[in-house]
Nanobody
Framework: QVQLVESGGGLVQAGGSLRPSCAAS????????MGWFRQSPGKEREFVAA????????VYADFVKGRFTISRDNAKNTVYLQMNSLKPEDTAVYSC????????????WGQGTQVTVSS
């Protein structure tokens, strides 16, 4: 069982940066593949980025390539999402998720942190 708690969201002007983080409980964090997702009002949840336990495999959605960077610190049981050059359309609740397999659904989810980008 893994519990995930996000923090670090907030309000920022367009062009600014934020770095949400996701702290995980449990001693097997390093074996989990971690992902970030987002959901805006009236829209379905969408994939943002994912990182393997070894940091070798990193995947981004096309709309964040070159602007967002996912990283993890297994010693701190934490995954980060550095978000630069933010746009108003990036406004959403950002949630982290964990799973043990490369394919298939994510098994554990956090509650999310609100990111609001003003124009």
């Amino acid at each position: 069982q893994v519990q995930l708690v996000e923090s670090g969201g907030g309000l920022v002007q367009a062009g600014g940066s934020l770095r949400p983080s996701c702290a995980a409980s449990g001693r097997t964090f390093s074996s989990y593949r971690m992902g970030w997702f987002r959901q805006s009002p009236g829209k379905e949840r969408e994939f943002v980025a994912a990182i393997s336990w070894s940091v070798v495999d990193i995947v981004y959605a096309d709309f964040v390539k070159g602007r967002f960077t996912i990283s993890r610190d297994n010693a701190k049981n934490t995954v980060y999402l550095q978000m630069n050059s933010l746009k108003p359309e990036d406004t959403a609740v950002y949630s982290c998720a964990a799973k043990t397999r490369v394919t298939g659904p994510y098994d554990f989810w956090g509650q999310g942190t609100q990111v609001t980008v003003s124009s």
